[in-house]
């Protein structure tokens, strides 16, 4: 179960005295800024997860709650939507297009940073922000899983047969991050640094759920993912090699060290047999497809861009 986060401004505070007390009556607040929108849409999305210690889990598809996140999630696509500039044209199919798209991505790298020059406080500070998903790593695109048509709801099993652990719990990537954190001493409680998280960090695992859970946003789910796949293998390598410079234990490494080789495959077969069979069944999915991909590439450059400018590292 996941902790309920400190509110930032007068709607994440409506919200979570309502999960508190259990009894919610209307929500007329308006956010107060773009950290206590986010933060309130990850607090509501946390109940379709693990949900809350001392929280009842039917207010997950409360009314009030339901119109509260509708709102904060259109808001949400409607900016994502803006800064997305639309879909290459391209004749060779989708994923030497997407593959391309991946090669000219130029934005500021963590994994670099980590790799070469990090401390060992600021890369702290990166695996506690990092937590935030990699705890509940590919729970998101799962949901997903269901509204796909045969051949990539088959691919999309296979992959998450791996992110699962392959039938074994200690294998579980989302364990294996847990397992890391413990190492390092840190709280490997979901959410257990939401508190520190910055508005980028909050809107990144917002938009996985976003799309998980909309049906509708299938194709920019499975996009996101082939983005997120196609971007982890190398940073994966460097990540461990800085973790290792940085003389962090074994379990944390291990982490960064089994997405190596596992996201070279996945990045493959989310784009080839995931994202393209999709497109080819469903041709109405293709735009979405590209607004997840690049949607993932453009949130995760926002962190890094705050991160290194934070550690004035930009
Ligand atoms: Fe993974
Ligand atoms: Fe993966």
Not at 9 to 25: F, K, N, Q, T, Y
Not at 49 to 59: A, T
Request: net charge negative; hydrophobic share 40%.
């Amino acid at each position: 179960m996941a902790v309920l986060p400190k509110p930032r401004g007068p709607l994440s505070e409506a919200l979570i005295a309502a999960l508190v007390c259990g009894s919610v009556e209307a929500i007329a607040v308006r956010p107060g800024s773009s950290e206590d929108a986010a933060l309130t849409l990850w607090t509501l999305y946390e109940m379709s997860y693990r949900g809350y210690d001392g929280v009842d889990d039917r207010l997950e598809f409360e009314p009030e709650l339901v119109r509260v996140r509708r709102e904060l999630e259109d808001d949400l696509e409607r900016r994502l939507r803006e800064r997305w500039p639309g879909r290459p044209s391209y004749d060779d199919g989708f994923a030497a297009a997407f593959f391309a798209m991946i090669e000219a991505d130029d934005g500021p790298s963590l994994a670099r940073f980590v790799q070469r020059e990090a401390t060992a406080e600021q890369a702290i500070e990166l695996l506690q922000h990092r937590s935030l998903y990699h705890l509940k790593e590919s729970d998101p695109v799962a949901l997903t899983l269901p509204r796909l048509p045969a051949a990539p709801r088959a691919a999309l099993a296979e992959l998450q047969y791996d992110e699962y652990g392959g039938g074994r719990p200690e294998r579980l990537h989302a364990h294996l991050f847990a397992e890391g954190m413990a190492a390092l001493g840190l709280d490997a409680t979901e959410g257990g640094y939401v508190d520190e998280a910055p508005v980028e960090v909050l809107e990144q695992n917002n938009a996985m759920s976003l799309f998980g859970l909309n049906r509708r946003l299938r194709g920019a789910s499975v996009g996101h993912l082939a983005a997120f796949e196609a971007t982890s293998s190398l940073p994966c390598r460097k990540m461990a090699q800085g973790l290792e410079r940085l003389g962090f234990p074994q379990e944390i490494r291990e982490y960064y060290e089994e997405h190596v080789e596992a996201d070279a495959v996945h990045e493959q077969l989310a784009a080839r047999l995931i994202c393209e069979p999709l497109i080819a069944a469903e041709p109405d999915t293709e735009d979405d497809v590209w607004f997840g991909a690049w949607t993932c590439l453009d949130l995760e450059s926002r962190i890094a861009r705050h991160l290194l400018e934070r550690w004035d590292a930009a």
